[in-house]
């Protein structure tokens, strides 16, 4: 059974003279990685919806042009 070096759990909260620093580094890298994760959602939303436009519109480009007779030959 592993030995622990710290005698209860609030010696375990104040890492010593360290624990300010351990846990506002924690919370500061969870907060970041919380961050990116938002971002990343977030633009990828944003993609996929920008990439629903443009398809839909190569779409209408594409049976507007298909319904057009060819204009190009002068009679």
Same mark, same amino acid.
Request: charged share 15%.
């Given at each position: 059974?592993?030995?622990?070096?710290?005698?209860?759990?609030?010696?375990?909260?104040?890492?010593?003279?360290?624990?300010?620093?351990?846990?506002?580094?924690?919370?500061?890298?969870? @907060?970041? &990685?919380?961050?990116?994760?938002?971002?990343?959602?977030? !633009?990828?939303? #944003?993609?996929? *919806?920008?990439?629903? @436009?443009? &398809?839909?519109?190569?779409?209408?480009?594409?049976?507007? !042009?298909?319904? #057009?007779?060819? *204009?190009?030959?002068?009679?």
């Amino acid at each position: 059974m592993p030995s622990f070096n710290f005698n209860s759990f609030a010696d375990f909260l104040a890492m010593g003279v360290y624990g300010l620093y351990v846990w506002l580094s924690f919370g500061l890298t969870f @907060v970041v &990685l919380l961050g990116l994760w938002f971002i990343s959602s977030r !633009q990828q939303r #944003q993609f996929h *919806q920008q990439l629903r @436009v443009r &398809l839909a519109r190569e779409e209408r480009v594409r049976q507007h !042009q298909s319904q #057009q007779p060819f *204009q190009d030959q002068e009679p």
